[in-house]
């Protein structure tokens, strides 16, 4: 089956300054591929996410790159704030993958210091 | 919309004990999943169902059994609880087409002592 790994697991930057956290999968056929954001106490959020057929795309201050020939993806915020503090998870889906599926990577908690 | 909702939010049970974890969603999804989440861990799928009437095991099912009798709710029930089950339970919801997005419920954390 299919096997994410997330790295860094802790992520700690000034305000302002760029955060980037990095993902790895081993299925080839997995074609999708999103980014959520967990904030203490609550589910994860959808925040991002990625098609096989695409090799980038940003939304305002957050983006997301694939390569699917070395498989992995990354995803890249810029000018961070407070608020962006939490704990992010890449996750793969796709193949046979009857009900849309994920496998998450083990989380980066990103700590944005004032 | 309230979305996914989720009960208990909190629970401790003791070893051997049984418990239901209520899942429900109103976005008439058809996709609905448990996963828990150990501390400082990602998520793993314990089972999942495409319909109702329809489930099937996930990455860790042992110890769990679900029921989809509806397409609103996707209970879990945890049978002889042992202290390997701690953790934190969510359930997510998901259209079967279109947009691949899961929508979580706030969690329920559970305690096996």
């Known amino acids: 089956g299919e096997n994410v790994e997330q790295h860094p697991s802790t992520l700690s930057v000034q305000e302002g300054d760029s955060a980037v956290i990095k993902c790895t999968y081993s299925?080839?056929?997995?074609?999708?591929f999103p980014w959520y954001k967990q904030e203490l106490g609550k589910g994860p959020q959808l925040i991002i996410d990625?098609?096989?057929?695409?090799g980038e795309k940003k939304d305002q201050r957050i983006a997301v790159t694939l390569n699917k020939t070395a498989k992995h993806f990354s995803l890249h915020i810029t000018e961070t704030q407070p608020e962006d503090s939490a704990v992010y998870f890449c996750?793969?889906?796709?193949?046979?993958?009857?009900?849309?599926?994920?496998?998450f990577g083990g989380g980066t908690r990103l700590m944005v210091k004032p | 919309n309230a979305g996914v909702t989720q009960t208990p939010k909190f629970r401790i049970l003791k070893i051997g004990q049984s418990m239901t974890l209520q899942c429900a969603q109103d976005?008439?999804?058809?996709?609905m999943y448990w996963y828990r989440q150990d501390p400082g861990m990602g998520l793993k799928l314990i089972y999942y169902?495409?319909?109702?009437?329809?489930?099937d095991k996930g990455e860790v099912p042992n110890g769990y059994n679900v029921s989809r009798s509806t397409t609103e709710d996707f209970p879990l029930r945890l049978e002889l609880a042992a202290p390997s089950q701690t953790s934190v339970y969510f359930c997510?919801?998901?259209?079967?087409?279109?947009?691949?997005?899961?929508?979580f419920g706030p969690g329920t954390r559970l305690t096996v002592t």
């Open positions: 996750a793969a889906s796709g193949g046979n993958n009857a009900g849309n599926m994920l496998t």
């Open positions: 976005m008439n999804h058809n996709y």
């Open positions: 169902s495409v319909g109702a009437g329809i489930t």
């Open positions: 299925d080839s056929a997995s074609n999708y």
């Open positions: 997510a919801s998901s259209y079967e087409g279109g947009s691949l997005e899961q929508y």
């Open positions: 990625i098609r096989s057929n695409v």
